[in-house]
């Protein structure tokens, strides 16, 4: 009985383990994107909020988990992931269109 309970321990543990950096690179992910998107975009003389920039993107986390929820009982997961990948790069694909067809879109000297 003690070995049961010591095995289940390890295997909890393996579990909180593989959250936590599950966790961290969701957060690392978020960190890049924050830091990074906010030194391009003020290239071009536009000064957003950084706390703006990430309370949208903890939104965007927000309203897809949500979303995922609420379709949990109607859509299998394989599908609603794979509409999540195709949102995704639809979203990609524009935002590269915008920035290849924007005439003023100059890099810094």
């Not at 289940?8 to 969701?26: C, E, K, N, R």
């Not at 960190?31 to 003389?45: G, L, Q």
Request: net charge neutral; charged share 10%; hydrophobic share 55%.
């Amino acid at each position: 009985p003690q070995c049961r309970g010591l095995f289940g321990v390890g295997a909890s543990l393996s579990l909180l383990l593989l959250l936590s950096i599950a966790v961290a690179t969701f957060e690392a992910a978020l960190w890049v994107f924050v830091a990074e998107w906010f030194r391009c975009v003020t290239r071009f003389n536009f000064q957003p909020k950084i706390g703006h920039t990430f309370s949208m993107f903890m939104m965007a986390c927000m309203s897809g988990a949500s979303t995922s929820t609420l379709c949990d009982s109607i859509i299998e997961p394989v599908r609603r992931l794979a509409m999540a990948f195709a949102a995704a790069a639809l979203a990609f694909a524009a935002s590269a269109y915008a920035v290849t067809c924007d005439p003023d879109n100059k890099p810094a000297a």
